[in-house]
């Protein structure tokens, strides 16, 4: 419990006050971070910018740092839990401000894999980036996905494994889609540690993503490419 | 009574335990996201073959096949009512195959972590886990194990609660952790963490140290931060045989069982009495390690660099207990909860 001079968040330039929501997304201070976020929107920051500059940003550190030894899986549930304070406050207001969605995508982790930290992570910047996202959460059969797609109509498919024994099941998904004949009504896009952009071709995926920045700009690009199909020549 | 594990450790300078239990039943046709251990009751032969596997290749000690046997993973497969049952067949194979070896062999429990974040991070209170862990227990002692086992545990509290399980089933117990993230569990505790969370443990295991992670270098160096401790326990080494790779459609370990054999060897002398693998290692690997240990007199500790020069370069340049750990960023330091 440091208890010098305490900070006043209202009273930081704007510079200062991204800053020092790196540091509390890194400190896992969820609600000095949506104290932030409040005040931001109030100086009229738009819902994106603060969700870009300051919480993704922030939480790109994190993940650094994770990756680096430095910080553990404790600090990185608690910064996760801090931005997802952060993104109730600006959801609502992210689906105000864009028009139709972007896109919609149906997202979950598969099969018999209960790792779902970086799922939703993805979920969230997706739901940050203008995507309509149903996160179907943790351990999916090839059915739920596909009831999924159905229902809601989805353009993307996102599926996320950690685990190498689990990843192969991926597989089992694009192929049931392509028995059925409906494989390409779907971008599938995958992601999580263990694989890589050789697995993502031979289980046959439209794109691997590293991490869930690369997911929003990677779906971006294919929902673009498929309106140009679909446009009259 | 003593039990049989402390009686065979009184008569033996090391043990062998087991290999692989998901790499061996993925090749006898397990489906990516099923749940090994309804095996136990629709296909006993094949989970007896699995033991009979590291019992042939000369294991002195094999685990059941109930890694993820807790309420909390069986309920991915909405079997979390047959937790009793399916830990007490397992264990009842085990039995049997050890019985009729004819050879003075250790059936231990298998107790996997139950995947769940413990709180305040997480949901899982302390009182449920130790439940699910005692629940397992019971279910392992009924079918007649020697020892139960608790092993890739990241969490400390998670690794207490085992012990209390253990504690209430009244039986004797050994407990590994994984170390996989740059040295330390995924949730950042050290091998000297550990080895202090052993000291204040009241139900202590009779044998603690590492499985799984990333590669036999890791572990070695793990095991040489237990056995810088000078524990009273004994120190167990159950390493993967070296780093998957997805091959043509199915997961391939790259460590050879040379490599497992000189592994084997280093564990050894670095403290470990316990030596067995994890993920990867066949009933090959076994023999070969078998063959090192007995062929090979016990020598000195190896330094780090004998261990990388030997197994591999490290994943990390620290283990977070030589001082040298990358520390976390500057913050404007104003404000800090601890
Ligand atoms: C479009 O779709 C997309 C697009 C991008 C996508 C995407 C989907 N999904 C991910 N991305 C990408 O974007 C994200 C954000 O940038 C990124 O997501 P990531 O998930 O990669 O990154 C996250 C932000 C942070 N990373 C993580 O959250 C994973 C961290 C580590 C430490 C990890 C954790 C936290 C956990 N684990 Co587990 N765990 C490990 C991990 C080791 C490590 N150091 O990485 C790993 C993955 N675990 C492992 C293991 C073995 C296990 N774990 C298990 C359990 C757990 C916990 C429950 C304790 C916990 C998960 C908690 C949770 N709710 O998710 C068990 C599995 C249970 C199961 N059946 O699933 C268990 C089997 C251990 C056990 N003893 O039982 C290892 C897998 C080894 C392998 N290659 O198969 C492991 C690599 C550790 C290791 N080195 O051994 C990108 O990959």
């Given amino acids: 419990m440091a208890d010098e001079e305490d900070i006043i968040l209202s009273e930081l330039e704007d510079e200062e006050l991204t800053l020092q929501m790196h540091d509390d997304l890194y400190d896992g201070l969820k609600e000095e971070i949506e104290e932030a976020v409040n005040i931001l929107l109030a100086r009229g920051w738009t819902p994106y910018d ?76 997706m739901e940050g980036a203008g995507f309509e996202v149903t996160d179907l959460g943790i351990n999916n059969s090839v059915e739920k996905y596909l009831d999924a797609l159905e229902n809601e109509k989805a353009d993307i498919l996102g599926m996320s494994a950690l685990l190498t024994t689990t990843m192969p099941y991926m597989k089992v998904v694009i192929d049931t889609l392509t028995e059925k004949n409906i494989r390409n009504d779907f971008i599938v896009l995958v992601g999580g540690a263990p694989l890589n952009e050789e697995f993502s071709k031979a289980i046959g995926a439209d794109a691997y993503c590293r991490d869930a920045a690369v997911a929003v700009e990677t779906a971006k690009e294919f929902m673009a490419r498929k309106h140009n199909q679909a446009a009259p020549q | 009574m003593t039990d049989r594990l402390t009686q065979l450790l009184a008569t033996r300078d090391w ?56 309420a909390s993973r069986l309920k991915l497969h909405d079997a979390e009512k047959r937790v009793g049952e399916l830990n007490r067949i397992a264990a009842e194979i085990g039995r049997n195959v050890a019985d009729k070896s004819g050879r003075d062999l250790v059936v231990a429990g298998s107790m996997g972590p139950t995947g769940e974040i413990m709180e305040p991070m997480g949901t899982l209170t302390f009182a449920s886990a130790v439940e699910m862990f005692h629940e397992q227990a019971e279910g392992l002692k009924e079918g007649g194990v020697d020892v139960l086992w608790a092993e890739t545990i990241s969490a400390p509290d998670e690794y207490r609660a085992a012990a209390e399980g253990a504690r209430l089933a009244n039986m004797p117990w050994c407990g590994t952790m994984s170390f ?46 237990f056995s810088a401790q000078g524990p009273e326990q004994v120190i167990i080494a159950k390493g993967n045989a070296g780093i998957p790779k997805y091959v043509d459609g199915h997961i391939h370990y790259d460590g050879t069982p040379e490599l497992m054999g000189e592994y084997a060897v280093m564990a050894r002398d670095c403290g470990a009495r316990i030596i067995g693998g994890c993920c990867g290692t066949t009933p090959k690997h076994l023999e070969s390690m078998r063959a090192a240990l007995e062929n090979t007199p016990i020598g000195p500790r190896p330094t ?34 601890t």
């Avoid at chain 1, 549930?77 to 689906?95: F, H, Q, R, S, V």
């Avoid at chain 2, 799984?212 to 793990?222: A, E, F, I, P």
Wanted: proline share 3%.
């Fill in chain 2, 304 to 337: 780090l660099e004998q261990i990388s020069t030997t197994l591999g370069g490290f994943s990390s340049t620290s283990d977070g207990t030589d001082g040298n750990a990358p520390k976390a960023r500057e913050r404007s330091g104003r404000r800090r909860r």
């Fill in chain 1, 50 to 125: 603060v969700l870009t500059k300051a919480l993704v940003a922030g939480m790109t550190i994190v993940g650094i740092d994770f990756r680096d030894g430095i910080l553990f899986v404790p600090e990185v549930l608690l910064a996760a839990n801090a931005m997802k304070g952060g993104m109730g406050i600006l959801k609502p207001l992210l689906a105000e401000t864009g028009a139709a969605p972007v896109g919609k995508m149906v997202i979950g982790t598969v099969k018999g894999d209960i790792h779902d930290i970086g799922k939703n992570l993805v979920a969230m910047m």
């Fill in chain 2, 180 to 225: 996989d993230t740059s040295g330390r569990t995924m949730m950042g505790v050290t091998s000297a963490d550990m080895a202090k969370l052993i000291e204040k443990l009241d139900y202590k295991p009779i044998g603690y140290g590492a499985n799984c992670g990333v590669g036999s270098s890791d572990l070695l160096r793990t095991v040489l931060g």
């Fill in chain 2, 15 to 70: 043990l062998l335990a087991d290999g692989a239990t998901g790499t061996t039943l993925f090749n006898m046709g397990l489906q990516s996201g099923d749940s090994p251990e309804l095996w136990n009751d629709q296909h006993p032969d094949r989970i007896a073959a699995l033991y009979q596997g590291a019992v042939d290749a000369g294991s002195d000690i094999f685990l059941t096949n109930t890694f993820g046997g807790n």
